[in-house]
């Protein structure tokens, strides 16, 4: 047992010492020469075109050493993190006709900050075993087949900054443990089949844009989301209530960063919320296709129409497919075609004529509807 160490370590000597005489860089760590060997079995062969990355990869060579070489074309990225031996700290693979699985893989990369896959063919489930990856500051699965539920597991990626998993299959609940990913900034999950109602996300106190559309989550808009926010998209949901202060009580602050909200396509009722005017630097703001009712607040209509210092105007107010009713408030009769995208079709404003811009491109509901304004 002692003398096959001592051949072993004076292997290790031997090829170090070779290494340096022929002036090669540094190693990759073992570790991360076995996880590149399971992604490239663990895909499809039929989906590695000859010319792409992973057909590439020949492991008979060192791959960080021979990178962008003729064996390793791309696919990742290396650096050095003690002398002598490389670590992979990307893995990109994205729009390349991959497909396979990723369970199989241990995703034992622990200095691995970038993992891109997006715009391919894997399919299966999310493994849990990507939360290996503790050092992740983005991920990206967009576009592709995967299905099941998002791991609870995925929360607890604590330098997570950009998770993209938008555009799959994705089903259930949007795990509470979401919460937990205290690096986040940016949120992408539209276009899946999610159901149950939105976690809490108070906790995500960097999170910048917010896309949750194209899903169908139910329950009530959330009352926590963090101040941060820049941008938040959950359109094209089930999400019911009303808007009321209480709802969204953190972007109301006049610290609010909140620029652009898209609620349109839910089932929102009650009265328009006035509070949304008082929004520093809300531009944009589509509640369509809701059921909202009530009078358009005078409020939305100053923003619209009248530029004030200090706060920022609606460029976008799409209120179509309510059930609104009452007078075009004042101000948004003087309104200029051009000067702001507001649209008002399709309500219970009888008194929409086409004269007003924004009330073209449509009708106003039929007098049967009216009973529900
Ligand atoms: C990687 O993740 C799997 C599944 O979650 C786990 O069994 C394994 O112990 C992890 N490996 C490391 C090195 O943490
Ligand atoms: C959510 O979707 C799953 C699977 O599609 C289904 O089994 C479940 O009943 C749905 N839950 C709700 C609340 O709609
Ligand atoms: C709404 O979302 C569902 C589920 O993702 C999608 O199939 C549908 O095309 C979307 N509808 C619109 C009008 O965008």
């Not at 006709?97 to 489930?125: C, K, M, R, V």
């Not at 998770?163 to 986040?184: F, H, I, R």
């Not at 999950?189 to 939105?198: A, E, H, P, V, Y």
Request: aromatic share 8%.
């Amino acid at each position: 047992m002692g003398s096959l160490k001592l051949i072993l370590s004076s292997l290790v000597l031997v090829f170090v010492i070779a290494g340096v005489l022929i002036g090669a860089e540094s190693k990759t760590y073992w570790g991360d020469i076995e996880v590149l060997k399971e992604l490239k079995n663990g895909f499809d062969p039929g989906s590695l075109n000859p010319g792409s990355c992973v057909s590439s990869w020949d492991f008979t060579i060192d791959p960080c050493d021979n990178l962008f070489g003729e064996k390793f074309t791309c696919g990742f990225r290396c650096d050095l993190v003690v002398s002598g031996i490389s670590r992979i700290t990307e893995l990109g693979l994205d729009q390349a006709g991959y497909a396979g699985s990723l369970s199989s893989i241990s995703w034992n990369l622990p200095y691995l900050e970038t993992l891109d896959l997006s715009s391919n063919f894997f399919s299966g489930a999310i493994p849990d075993s990507l939360s290996n990856l503790t050092r992740l500051r983005r991920l990206g699965l967009s576009r592709n087949l995967f299905t099941g539920e998002i791991p609870s597991s995925i929360g607890s990626l604590p330098n997570l900054e950009e998770l993209y998993l938008d555009n799959n299959n994705l089903q259930g609940t949007m795990p509470a443990s979401l919460n937990g990913l205290v690096s986040l900034k940016r949120l992408e999950i539209q276009s899946n089949k999610l159901n149950g109602t939105l976690p809490d996300l108070g906790s995500l106190r960097n999170l910048y844009y917010l896309d949750i559309s194209d899903n169908a989550i139910v329950g009530e808009p959330p009352a926590t989301l963090p101040s941060s926010l820049i941008q938040i998209s959950m359109r094209n949901n089930s999400l019911g209530g009303t808007l009321i202060p209480e709802s969204f009580i953190n972007l109301m602050s006049l610290q609010s960063e909140l620029i652009a909200i898209d609620l349109s396509n839910n089932e929102l009722q009650g009265l328009l919320p006035s509070f949304m005017a008082l929004m520093p630097k809300l531009s944009a703001l589509s509640l369509e296709n809701n059921k909202f009712t009530g009078m358009i607040p005078t409020q939305y209509a100053l923003k619209a129409a009248v530029p004030d210092s200090g706060i920022s105007p609606f460029a976008r107010l799409l209120l179509g497919g309510n059930y609104l009713f009452g007078p075009i408030p004042d101000p948004l009769r003087f309104l200029k075609p051009g000067s702001a995208n507001v649209r008002l079709v399709d309500n219970c404003l009888y008194r929409c004529p086409d004269a007003f811009f924004f009330c073209q491109g449509g009708d106003q509901k039929s007098l049967t509807e009216y009973l529900f304004c």
